[in-house]
């Protein structure tokens, strides 16, 4: 069974630092493209960045661009998301999800994390 | 403002068929596959089809998808108040190397 099990979520400052880490389970993990998407409350999804299986391909979403680094480890079955700069409209549900690709820019998002919230406030 | 475009609502009885539309450009949709996930209330997103018309394993054949040009359209046979949920189109787009999502369509089953 595919579990997506994200962590280090929270409240921070505007202008602060988070990262996200998501531990995956249930599948070669290796093999596979990962890719966070998040939620604001009420709100549609957003896609916000994808890394290949290799970790070598890093894709970003222009709201995102410049301040999130994605990457992954697979000896450890996890990807992260380093946020920096951080901005009220950052405040979401974000979701760790895994690809049905490995090259990360096909976007057929297969399993989803339960997400892990992200509130930036003073 | 989403890069696809999907009706905010839709409405159909139990029993009936509803079709959820989703309209993009030639950067996006009319050159690659496209995906639908359905969000249950307070649930996470779940792959309903990929591919543009390909049921992943346990996806009901109710759910049907259909690709023409730069838009794709979703159906939903024999409807249940169990479908009543926020149905997203996804795909890749081209221009700026990145994945993107329609602003999701509210199901209600009356």
């Known amino acids: 069974e595919v579990q997506l099990l994200e962590s280090g979520g929270g409240l921070v400052q505007p202008g602060g630092s988070l990262t996200l880490s998501c531990a995956a389970s249930?599948?070669?993990?290796?093999?596979?493209?990962m890719t966070w998407v998040r939620q604001a409350p009420g709100k549609g999804l957003e896609w916000v960045a994808a890394i290949s299986d290799s970790g070598v391909g890093t894709y970003y979403g222009d709201s995102v661009k410049g301040r999130f680094t994605i990457s992954r480890d697979n000896s450890k079955n996890t990807v992260y998301v380093q946020m920096n700069s951080l901005r009220a409209e950052d405040t979401a549900l974000y979701y760790c999800?895994?690809?049905?690709?490995?090259?990360?820019?096909?976007?057929?998002?297969?399993?989803w994390g339960q997400g892990i919230l992200v509130t930036v406030s003073s | 403002q989403s890069v696809l475009t999907q009706p905010p609502s839709v409405s159909a009885a139990p029993g009936q068929k509803v079709n959820i539309s989703c309209s993009g450009s030639s950067s996006n949709i009319g050159n690659n596959n496209v995906s639908w996930y359905q969000q249950l209330p307070g649930t996470a997103p779940k792959l309903l089809i990929y591919?543009?018309?390909k049921r992943p394993s346990g996806i009901p054949d109710r759910f049907s998808g259909s690709k023409s040009g730069t838009s794709v359209t979703l159906g939903i046979a024999g409807l249940q108040t169990g479908d009543e949920a926020d149905y997203y189109c996804g795909t890749w787009e081209s221009t700026v190397g990145a994945g993107v999502f329609g602003g999701g369509t509210k199901l209600t089953v009356l």
């Open positions: 591919e543009n018309n």
């Open positions: 249930g599948f070669t993990f290796s093999n596979y493209a």
């Open positions: 999800v895994k690809d049905r690709c490995r090259s990360g820019s096909c976007s057929v998002l297969d399993y």
